[in-house]
């Protein structure tokens, strides 16, 4: 029986996994957190919600856009009308009706997600793979998918004596990322943010902020999610994060009033967006046994480029591994 072991239960992760699990049903995935979803991750605070990864998204390629339709007739996702008022967005963006990470949450159902499992070597076999991971367990699939961000990936490779040239593996140092850090701030009224909920900086310390009640996925009690451009991100992610929390809602007083405050949580994302992207949708490493790299580093990117890699990764497996 054929069996898959996927590594980083994010998006492609998971969507590979559920693309698979159709011809295989040895499908597993590892991951080092607590639970799935990567950056479609959205955080309860008391009564409220809100997404502090990806915050939207588009549907621009009939494969997506088929499986954006499958979501919204599930009532999985919401549009969200950031067109209104604005030149820069021309067609339809997208979010979980109950956050980002609702729909992760419905795409890990009944798949065998391991989590808090870190991966630390890689042994290449006969027969296929063995993975170790960081608590002592062993691995054994004939097929090996990763989707882990690019910095840990080579890692993990490098950890694994794994020659980079002699894999044709060289590329996956051009992928390159820009950390964010995300500030989750619980109100106690309503933010001024104008309708739909949202503002974009061009420059400054602040690159997005967004109100979550108005995004409809915190209707109980109001929070807004400060996205951190990348100039200040980098230069301050290693500082004490409250400071930082503090200093970036500070720079908002005209929208946040400070008396509406009640809590602020802070989010490091080392890897949030892919800056410089491997073209293709997946790379395949030149061994023996099937080895593939895919994730929001590939392809388009962000959440779209996201299941457009974890789809063909699978195909490309399915393919090469016929018969089931």
Not at 82 to 103: C, D, K, W
Not at 134 to 149: C, K, M
Not at 271 to 283: F, V
Request: proline share 6%.
């Amino acid at each position: 029986m054929t069996s898959v072991l996927i590594i980083g239960a994010g998006l492609a992760g998971l969507t590979a996994a559920r693309e698979l699990t159709r011809h295989y049903r040895n499908v597993t995935l590892l991951d080092k957190g607590r639970g799935v979803g990567g950056r479609l991750a959205t955080r309860r605070i008391e009564q409220s919600r809100a997404d502090h990864g990806a915050q939207y998204f588009s549907a621009k390629t009939p494969p997506f856009q088929k499986q954006v339709n499958e979501w919204m007739q599930a009532g999985l996702v919401n549009e969200w009308p950031l067109q209104e008022g604005s030149t820069e967005f021309q067609h339809p963006r997208y979010v979980g009706a109950n956050g980002m990470n609702a729909i992760a949450k419905h795409l890990a159902r009944d798949l065998d997600i391991r989590t808090g499992e870190r991966a630390v070597r890689l042994v290449a076999q006969d027969s296929g793979w063995r993975v170790e991971t960081e608590v002592g367990t062993t691995y054994q699939a004939d097929a090996l998918l990763i989707t882990i961000p690019a910095p840990q990936v080579l890692a993990l490779l490098s950890e694994s004596g794994i020659d980079l040239n002699s894999t044709g593996l060289s590329v996956l140092k051009s992928i390159e990322y820009q950390p964010c850090i995300a500030v989750m701030a619980l109100l106690n009224q309503p933010s001024h943010l104008p309708a739909p909920g949202y503002l974009k900086y061009e420059e400054g310390p602040v690159a997005w902020v967004a109100d979550n009640q108005q995004k409809g996925i915190s209707p109980n009690q109001p929070s807004v999610t400060i996205h951190a451009s990348h100039p200040y991100s980098e230069a301050h992610l290693e500082e004490d994060m409250n400071a930082v929390g503090r200093e970036l809602v500070n720079h908002l007083a005209d929208w946040i009033p400070a008396g509406s405050v009640d809590s602020v949580q802070v989010h490091r994302w080392r890897y949030s967006n892919a800056e410089r992207r491997h073209p293709e949708a997946y790379l395949a490493a030149a061994t023996s046994q099937p080895l593939l790299f895919g994730g929001d580093g590939f392809g388009i990117g962000n959440v779209e480029g996201a299941v457009l890699s974890g789809l063909a990764m699978a195909e490309s497996l399915v393919s090469r591994l016929l018969p089931t």
